[in-house]
């Protein structure tokens, strides 16, 4: 307790890396990203298929970089590699295994806590992910089959009759990639997979054209029930179905417990903060994901830590 940082920022993602990079290359020493997973870029890891593609203009949005961090496009490894170097020539500090529980305004700063202890810092950014926490159905699951529920790729074999849940760019990519070596369905409530960018509606189309994937659409899953140790999905139309393994691919939750803890007003949501990203709590800021402004885009979440960063820099002058 007798040591403050400068700059505590929890979750080291794209945009916790680049507030912690661009404020280093702004003069700020004695930064520390918290990450509650093993190794930064936890979201990437897990979500993001091997080999997958990675680009600055997500979804075809055009991003200008507005810092020093040359991102460029590439792949899921590439893309952790860059973020492996760019840590490495900086003086950053990165403390894994650590989840925050709530972040406490002191007079002078920020009181930390996690798991065992707490530490202080005189600003802190909230960087992590919704993906963090992915959303799960609202019906209940049989805690005998809970085994065989999942919402990563995690778990999946080969030869094995699955079931994709959503209709998201995560859920198309899951079910195209197992279809290679899987006998693969997807589910999603709307006759359209609108919201997958034009690179995943095309292979998702593609897929079905092909009877790889078979396709359940408008339609609304109502329960999951044990069938013999398999899981049987009892759909709003038609007849129950029974898979191996079934996983929901279907977005996540801004943590708003966390947020409440933390002293940070939502609307809508979604966190309160000015154009700096700071907010309601002065010195207290947010980036990336959590403020459902990037959409999962590494872009703007980079833009989001250059913009704190010259924030803190012109607080401290």
Known sequence: ?????????????????ATAVESYLQGVRDI???EKDENHNATIRKYYKDNKRVDVDWKGQKVELDGRIYFV????????????????????????????????????????????????AKYVVVTIGRMGKPNKP?????????????????????????LVVGGGDSAVEYAVDLSEKNEVSICYRRETFRRANPTNQTNIANAIMHKEVEPIL???????????????????????????????????????????SSGIK????????????????PGLFVAGDITQESGGSIALGLNHGYAIACYIQEKNE
Do not use: W
């Open 73 to 120: 496009d590439g792949t899921k490894e590439s893309t952790l590699d860059f973020f492996d170097e760019i840590l490495k020539n900086h003086s950053v500090e990165l403390k894994t295994h650590v989840e925050v529980q709530k972040i406490e305004k002191l007079e002078d700063g920020f009181e930390v806590f996690m798991a065992g202890g707490s530490i202080t």
């Open 218 to 260: 408008g339609i609304n899953i109502l329960g999951l029930e044990d069938d013999d140790g398999r899981v049987k999905v009892i759909f709003s139309e038609g007849e129950p179905q029974t898979y191996d393994r079934v996983i929901y691919a279907i977005g996540g939750t801004t943590p708003s417990a966390f947020l409440a």
């Open 32 to 34: 520390v990203l918290l």
């Open 266 to 281: 939502e609307e809508d949501g979604k966190p309160v903060h000015d154009a700096h990203y700071e907010t309601n709590v």
């Open 1 to 17: 307790m007798s040591h403050m940082y400068q700059l505590a920022i929890v979750g080291a993602g794209p945009a916790g890396i």
């Open 138 to 162: 609202s019906y209940k699951i049989p805690p005998s089959v809970r085994k065989k529920i999942g919402y990563t790729l995690d778990g999946c074999g080969e030869g094995e009759k699955i």
